[in-house]
């Protein structure tokens, strides 16, 4: 039988697990000093949508933290809630915090928190299309020093071969994961204190995500907080200390990548391992999955 | 022969006026991608200024003309509180049709300051003609030609080598992705339109010099318009040929065309030159191309 | 967006599919027909005379919220397409002799094929580039009238135009020139709201979206955006037909592209896609232009130190300044403000 | 369903005409070589999964497929016999081929009932002068598509976001909108590219059962562009496997999995 | 406003209020003339209310309304204007106004006296349209006649012509000088036509093509920026040609514009009442009163004689109606009749305007036609000719 990374238990990228103090029951939050900290965020779309409803997430120094969920969960608007983007979006935190490093950011203009150190790679691709792959990069680094910004640009080549080779390239012509390597590049070049990426892994062949989530694991050796998005439950878990689970705009489990692992339903319906640990095949599914519905 | 070159060389002067018009236009989609329609108001806002400053206040030429440059730019400067600031994260649509509520505004609050008179225009250039044997040139636009060549090199340096050229261009590109990087939407777009404002103010040099200004010089926005699509809308360099393109066209036809059809075809035929090298080039000379990617 | 009102759940597609769906909508709308009806008797001669001019926009108008609202190609030729339109009535009611019902009709469609060139433009040239070509329809209109025969266009002298007569009834006062716009206004209203609702609507949103996809879909995009400007500029023809009865005389610099500027802004206010928008922008930019020039000379009778120039020059300040703060405020416009409006409404007191 | 059995492809199994086939295809933009003379058939009713690493050339195949983009060289023939390369785009999708997209290209502007129906766009007849009056057929007609589409808006489970303006939806339940959509055009090949992406395990569950009902119960030859391994090789019935624009490889899953140079350019060495 | 709101109007302190539409472009393309004229009007009017119009039982009211010089606004407003202020008499300024109005006129039975000249498109019969002047191609061809004479030409003036396609009326200009010349072959010859931007940049090329066809005169009877814009090609050809401007772009607006008086040693312009080039005479006289005793902020320009002439032109028609209808009986037909009857004269008047005689054939009297001519000598505005007899023409 053959298995796809999606099915492949953490094991061989765990390595980047970290210390931070585990704690098991759902409310607690990973432990170390808060850098970013989402206290009963509600967020509303075009004044009357009410989309998340009282979230509480921490993400410790250096932390790494999974945001998991069914479609439509309410996760990435998480993320743009933080970075400020959601501003753009008709979207608004209509209660609750955001503090970052202690202080309030969820009023903040989105270049604001960019320049306090939060980077948010978002969902779909959106690269500078009329521009080549390394005027992308030259502008990700434009808040460094120019020095600063060459050796980001080499070190980002370093990470991904495939977009030196590419790099004379009109950016909107790139393939799917040509372009989606080239987002996650570019937010390398602003060396932000805290990433947040939407489906790094989206688009990406196998190897490729292999490679993307090395470079993350790299990348939390060296000062950078997480937050990522990730429908590679393993992988992500892999990675991350701690996870959370939305649904419906709620958080409706939460725990350390640990317990999460062997949580029942994280394994049953995020992992899609049986009792006995094995994996079904897709041809034998038989009937649609009633979705779970978490009522945390 | 004479005359032909004659026409030719007064067409691509004049073109190279609608092209430093135009750069107006093109600083400001270039760095903000809101294409302005009061491009002509601005240029009239430029315009009385400098009259303001020079004739009206009768400070010596040149200082009157600095400090209508600098005049020049801080009004620029605050139109984006103004207008932009709650629009940043709207369809750039919006924003553009703001500009035709500015427009109508300015219109309005340059009448209301500087009264409906036809006003004269210092002559901060000569007015002198420059003549080579049989042909004269009108000096104010031959410096201008000259001037717009070399500003339009020096703009497109700027945005294609400094970083806050970087900067405009990736808002050009997506106001939300620029805002996602840092950038910010709204300092960019309040120095385009300061640049646009400078640029609109020489413009009104050239184009008036020792002439008359009126609102109505508002006109010239529209006339600069081929210019800047023939140019592609982003292209600052681009500017030089469309602008002698049409220039030249436009001279000519009103040489040649216009007395045997008997009315303006000079008028129309900068459109259809434009209309036609459109569809050779969707997106101008030099324009950002359309991404078309599934 | 649309969200039905508690308890309305349709008992069948048709239903579901009205433009109406409850007693409620629809005796609303009577009553709205029933005012329009009774704007001659209730209001003076003036309100007339103004409504005669919103209701013409607006027909010009809802034909850009084909172009532009629905299948998204800005149209800066609209007020010569309206022209176009305008010429076409003029020249075959005095001209010919042609009956009002002849003319209003093949108005439209001589513009809709002036405008179905610059949709076939379309082919080619996209976005602002196309938006800008359109302009040149303004200059080609006014060169070719110019230019044309003067036996036909009357060139620089304009045309006259025979007063509307509809089986022998003549619609020779603005009374009755107002229900005969009316009637006709209602006519296009329910065939902009067709064409929405059909294939073609659909199509033409398919293509301001994603035209790329609308290909892969089946829908044909040239064709669909020539299609888009044959309807768009059909409506200013038939615009323009009523404006050349009402006026009776035309000229080119009736159409000027200062007009079609203020088309769009009105487009734009309204609210892009919402026919109910074209209206509501039609409206709003009209009456704010109708208030500031009659409240002009008022102003100018109190202080009269400012002298009315001053007065009547600021009226454009005010009504620039209007129609930037509308689109500040609300910049995908009034209906779709209306429309969460209504939406919280139905949600409230339980935001969800 | 097809036997999952391991077989060459021989020149008995090519005797029923494919439903879909190109020959030769080659296609470059300036230097880079996107296609270099890939040929490729989809048979009746079969599930055809085409794989490859970032850039390899996969959805520049589609796009050929599709008419979007022109291959220098090379024919796409449907039915066997209808030679479809050189037609527009809408051309083809009327002929039967419908896609779906990487990422998502849907009319953000529309709620997914219209998106859905806008599937429906070249089986209606209503012209625009019966659009215009909204003549009593015309409504009949609206109401018979929309039943057909309402059968898919159940199929696909959506039914409570059908009124939704899908610029309001997230990435996965617009994944869903996308394959409804293409459903709706009733076609006679179905193309994906990765369907599956954004999505979680469970919804990847839901698809591939969608995927694999869409196959039985209509019978339509899918081709499926897919990076997640683990459903390709359960649900495949065949594997085409492309690297740097040439086909490196063909076959069932199992031959494919073990084929070394698979492995080396695309599984990684893990597998 | 000062509108009454029973027609037929009511009894007010110097007897019955009538009101008067007075369009005005504050915003569009000639505001810079109707500053000076709207505020002639005014003062003439407050003179005339309290010395005329109190003796014979009236007071005429008027409200300005902004057209913009736009043809679209002036439809939409008039039946506000029509309902709101039920006036006797519109007072018009331009083409706009002309354009919009001329066919519904006689149903709404309001005549339209005009303070411009006329144009070739609006010729035509039965007009509740009254222009004091002729057309403004009558007023060129009287200054191109005027001007033969003053030269002692023994061939036709050759005549270059500089407008513009943006409004119908400048078409109509060239029109009608082209028509002119035809008929009087030995008058005129049209050399050069140039239609150019209203707003031109630089007019070089053209006034070359103008100086090859060895032109003795330019026309230019658009705006100020036309002219001015000519006169700086002109010089920079380093060529002299007389140029010819009209009421609009007189040799005052346009030498302010060009940066003083004597730029336009040698020019001209024509148009059909006072130049205002002498401070004396009758018509400065009433001026100085006005300025004096009314308050009237304006320059003795040619727009405050425009407005001043227009306005005692229609004030001296409603003391003729009083006479034929009495005073509590003014309507518009009433002064329609009375347009049509009343003879004045210059003494009426006050030397601003030549006498008239309307008839039903024309919006402009048709035969006596005269223009007057001012010029720039020695670097001094002074009268070249006072009312020149127009040849007659025929409608082109
Ligand atoms: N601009 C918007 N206006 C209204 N509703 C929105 C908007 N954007 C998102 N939503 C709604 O908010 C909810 C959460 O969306 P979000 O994109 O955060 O989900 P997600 O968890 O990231 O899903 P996915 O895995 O599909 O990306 C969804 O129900 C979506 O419909
Ligand atoms: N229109 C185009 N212009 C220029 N290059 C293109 C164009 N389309 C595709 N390419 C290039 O062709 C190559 C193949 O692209 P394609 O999109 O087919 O890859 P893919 O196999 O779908 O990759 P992915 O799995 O990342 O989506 C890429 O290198 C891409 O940059
Ligand atoms: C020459 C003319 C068009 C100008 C003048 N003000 C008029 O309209 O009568
Ligand atoms: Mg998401
Ligand atoms: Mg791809």
Not at chain 2, 78 to 92: A, D, H, K
Not at chain 4, 2 to 19: G, I, L, M, N, Y
Request: net charge negative.
């Amino acid at each position: 039988m053959v298995a796809g990374p999606g099915a492949r238990p953490g094991g061989a990228l765990t390595e980047g697990a970290s210390g931070s103090a585990p704690s098991t029951e759902s409310s607690g939050g990973p432990g170390g000093s808060p850098l970013l900290e989402l206290s009963n965020v509600e967020v509303t779309y075009s004044g009357v949508i009410l989309v998340l409803k009282g979230i509480n997430i921490i993400v410790p120094e250096r932390g790494c933290v999974a945001l998991l969920g069914p479609n439509g969960a309410g996760k990435s608007t998480t993320l743009k809630a933080v970075s400020g983007v959601l501003k753009t979006e008709e979207g608004l935190v209509s209660a609750g915090q955001v503090r970052f490093a202690g202080e309030r950011i969820d009023t903040l203009a989105a270049e604001r928190t960019v320049r306090r150190g939060i980077l948010h790679v978002m969902e779909g691709r959106k690269v500078l299309e009329h521009m080549t792959v390394e005027q992308n990069l030259v502008a990700g680094g434009h808040l460094q020093r120019s020095r600063d910004a060459k050796e980001s640009l080499e070190l980002t080549y370093e990470y991904f071969p495939r977009l030196a080779d590419l790099r004379g390239r009109t950016s909107g012509y790139l393939s799917g994961g040509e372009q989606q390597m080239l987002v996650i590049g570019r937010a390398l070049m602003a060396r932000p204190k805290l990433m947040m990426i939407d489906e790094p892994s989206l688009g990406l062949a196998p190897l490729m995500v292999e490679e993307i989530f090395s470079i993350l694991h790299r990348l939390r050796q060296e000062d950078l907080a997480l937050v990522i998005v990730e429908q590679n439950t393993a992988a992500a878990l892999a990675l991350a200390d701690y996870g959370y689970v939305l649904d419906n705009g709620r958080i409706v489990l939460d725990g350390t990548a640990e317990s999460l692992r062997s949580n029942e339903d994280i394994r049953e319906f995020y992992l899609g391992l049986g009792a006995t640990g094995e994996r079904k095949s897709f041809r034998d599914i038989k009937h649609y999955r009633r979705r779970k519905r978490w009522l945390g | 022969m004479i005359q032909l070159i004659e026409y030719a060389l007064n067409g691509a002067l004049l073109g190279l006026l609608y092209a430093l018009i135009a750069m107006g236009f093109v600083v400001i989609y270039r760095a903000s991608k809101v294409f302005n329609f009061a491009q002509g108001e601005l240029v009239v806002v430029g315009a009385f200024l400098v009259w303001f400053f020079t004739l009206d206040l009768g400070l010596p030429l040149y200082v009157g003309f600095a400090l209508a440059l600098i005049g020049a730019a801080i009004f620029g400067l605050i139109i984006e509180p103004l207008l932009f600031r709650r629009l940043v994260g709207q369809s750039t649509f919006s924003m553009v049709m703001v500009t035709i509520g500015l427009l109508i505004l300015l219109r309005g609050l340059v009448l209301v300051i500087f009264g409906p008179s036809v006003r004269p225009f210092p002559d901060l250039i000569s007015t002198a003609p420059i003549t080579f044997g049989d042909i004269t040139l009108n000096r104010g636009l031959a410096y201008g030609g000259i001037f717009t060549i070399l500003l339009a090199i020096g703009v497109s340096l700027y945005f294609s080598r400094t970083r806050p050229g970087l900067r405009m261009t990736v808002v050009a590109e997506d106001h939300q992705i620029a805002q996602s990087m840092g950038i910010s939407v709204r300092r960019s777009i309040a120095y385009a339109w300061g640049m646009g404002m400078v640029l609109s103010t020489l413009g009104a040099v050239f184009y008036l010099n020792g002439k008359s200004v009126t609102f109505l010089v508002a006109e010239i926005g529209f006339a600069a318009l081929p210019v800047a699509l023939l140019a592609g809308l982003e292209s600052v360099g681009g500017l030089i040929p469309a602008g002698i393109i049409v220039g030249v066209a436009q001279g000519l036809a009103a040489g040649y065309i216009d007395p045997v059809v008997g009315g303006s075809f000079s008028a129309v035929f900068p459109y259809l030159v434009m209309v036609i090298i459109l569809f050779l080039r969707p997106s101008g000379l030099f324009g950002w191309r359309i991404v078309e990617r599934v | 967006m649309s969200m039905q009102p508690a308890g309305v759940f349709a008992q069948s597609y048709v239903r579901d599919m009205a433009i109406f769906r409850t007693w409620k909508q629809g005796a609303a709308l009577g009553f709205f027909v029933l005012a329009l009806l009774l704007v001659p008797t209730i209001l003076g001669p003036r309100y007339v005379a103004i409504a005669n001019i919103m209701l013409i926009t607006s027909v010009v108008v809802l034909g850009l919220q084909i172009t532009t609202g629905l299948a998204g190609q800005v149209n800066l030729g609209q007020a010569a397409f309206m022209g176009m339109g305008a010429y076409t009535a003029a020249a075959l009611s005095s001209g010919q002799q042609w009956p009002f019902l002849v003319t209003v009709p093949l108005a439209g469609l001589v513009a809709a094929l002036f405008g179905a060139i610059f949709g076939l433009a379309a082919v080619r040239i996209r976005g602002f580039y196309l938006a800008l070509t359109t302009i040149a329809a303004q200059f080609i209109f006014v060169f070719a009238i110019l230019n044309l025969p003067a036996s036909w266009t009357g060139a620089a002298q304009g045309l006259r135009v025979e007063t509307a007569s509809v089986f022998g009834f003549v619609f020779n006062t603005d009374n009755r020139m107002y229900f005969l716009i009316l009637a006709i206004t209602a006519i296009m209203t329910v065939g902009a709201y067709g064409i929405a609702r059909s294939r073609h609507g659909r199509a033409f949103v398919a293509v301001r979206d994603d035209d790329l996809a609308a290909g892969f879909t089946g829908v044909n995009v040239v064709r669909a955006k020539a299609t888009a400007f044959f309807v768009g500029a059909f409506y200013a023809g038939v615009g323009g037909a009523l404006w050349a009865y009402y006026i009776r005389f035309v000229a080119v610099d009736q159409f000027s592209l200062f007009n079609s500027v203020y088309y769009m802004g009105m487009v734009i206010v309204g609210g892009l896609g919402s026919m109910a928008g074209a209206f509501v922008g039609v409206f709003l930019i009209r009456a704010a232009q109708e208030i500031l020039t009659s409240v002009g000379p008022s102003v100018a009778d109190i202080f009269p130190a400012l002298g009315s120039s001053v007065v009547f020059a600021s009226v454009n300040i005010i009504l620039g300044a209007a129609i930037a703060l509308m689109l500040i405020l609300e910049p995908r416009g009034v209906m779709h403000r209306f429309n969460i409006l209504k939406r919280a409404f139905r949600l409230w007191p339980y935001p969800h | 369903m097809q036997p999952a059995t391991a077989s060459q492809p021989t020149v008995a199994d090519r005797v029923p005409s494919p439903a879909l086939s190109a020959e030769g295809l080659s296609l470059s933009f300036g230097g880079v070589k996107a296609l270099q003379d890939v040929a490729m058939e989809l048979r009746k009713s079969e599930l055809l999964a085409v794989i490859g690493p970032n850039g390899a050339g996969k959805t520049s195949l589609l796009n050929c497929l599709t008419g979007f983009y022109r291959p220098q060289q090379g024919r796409v023939v449907l039915d066997g016999d209808k030679v479809i390369s050189g037609l527009p785009t809408h051309k083809i999708a009327r002929l039967g081929v419908s896609r779906t997209f990487q990422g998502t290209h849907l009319f953000t502007g529309m709620t997914v009932l219209d998106n859905i129906m806008i599937g429906r766009y070249s089986h209606m007849r209503t012209n625009l002068a019966q659009a215009f009056l909204y003549v009593p057929w015309t409504r009949r007609e609206e109401v018979q598509h929309r039943e057909f589409v309402e059968d898919i808006i159940d199929f696909l489970e959506i039914t409570t976001v059908r009124k939704r303006v899908v610029g309001e939806l997230g990435y996965g339940l617009r994944k869903r909108v996308d394959l409804a959509r293409a459903l709706a055009m009733e076609p006679s090949v179905l193309l994906m590219d990765e369907p599956m992406a954004g999505m979680n395990l469970e919804e990847k569950e839901d698809l591939a059962r969608f995927i694999l009902d869409v196959r039985e119960a209509r019978g339509i030859p899918i081709v499926i562009v897919e990076h997640d391994m683990a459903v390709v090789m359960d649900i495949a019935d065949r594997i085409v496997v492309l690297d740097f624009g040439r086909k490196i490889s063909e076959g069932t899953p199992a031959e494919v999995s073990g084929d070394p140079v698979v492995i080396k350019a695309y599984l990684g060495e893990a597998h | 406003g000062g509108g009454d709101e029973d027609s037929g109007g009511d009894a007010g302190a110097g007897g019955t209020t009538y009101n008067q539409a007075w369009l005005v472009d504050f915003s569009g393309p000639y505001a810079d003339v109707y500053n000076e004229l709207q505020a002639a009007r005014e003062a003439t009017n407050e003179w005339w209310n309290e010395t005329v119009g109190s003796e014979i039982g009236v007071q005429l009211a008027g409200e300005p309304y902004d057209h913009r010089y736009d043809a679209a606004q002036v439809a939409s407003l008039w039946p506000g204007i029509l309902s709101e202020l039920e006036p006797i008499m519109a007072m018009g300024v331009g083409g706009p106004d002309v354009a919009a109005l001329q066919q519904r006129l006689p149903q709404d039975q309001v005549p339209l006296l005009m303070n411009t000249a006329g144009y070739g498109y609006a010729w035509s019969a039965d007009q509740w349209v009254f222009n004091p002047r002729a057309t403004y191609a009558h007023e060129a061809t009287g200054f191109v006649d005027w001007f033969k004479e003053d030269r002692g030409l023994d061939r036709p003036v050759r005549v270059a012509m500089i407008s513009s396609e943006a409004a119908p009326a400048y078409v109509d200009i060239v029109d009608g000088m082209e028509a002119f010349a035809e008929d009087f072959p030995d008058m005129a010859e049209v050399v050069a036509v140039e239609f150019a931007d209203v707003q031109p940049a630089a007019l070089n090329s053209q006034v070359s093509r103008i100086v090859d066809a060895e032109a003795d005169v330019i026309i230019i009877q658009t705006n100020t920026t036309q002219a001015v814009v000519t006169k700086q090609a002109l010089e920079s050809l380093g060529v002299e040609i007389p140029i010819m401007l009209s009421s609009h772009n007189s040799l005052q607006a346009t030498g302010a514009a060009a940066g003083g008086i004597e730029e336009l040693e040698g020019d001209y312009e024509s148009y059909g009442f006072v130049v205002p080039a002498a401070q004396e005479g009758t018509a400065y006289d009433f001026y100085q009163m006005l300025v004096e005793d009314y308050g009237l902020e304006a320059e003795w320009t040619v727009p405050t004689v425009q407005g001043i002439a227009h306005q005692l032109y229609a004030n001296r028609t409603v003391e003729h109606a009083v006479e034929m209808v009495g005073a509590e009986n003014l309507t518009g037909q009433a002064m329609y009749d009375a347009l049509l009857d009343v003879e004045l004269t210059a003494e009426d008047l006050f030397e601003f305007l030549p006498p008239l005689d309307w008839t039903e054939e024309a919006p402009f009297p048709t035969s006596g036609l005269t223009t007057s001519i001012g010029t720039i000598e020695d670097g001094e505005y002074a009268r070249a000719e006072l009312d020149h007899e127009i040849p007659e023409l025929e409608k082109w």
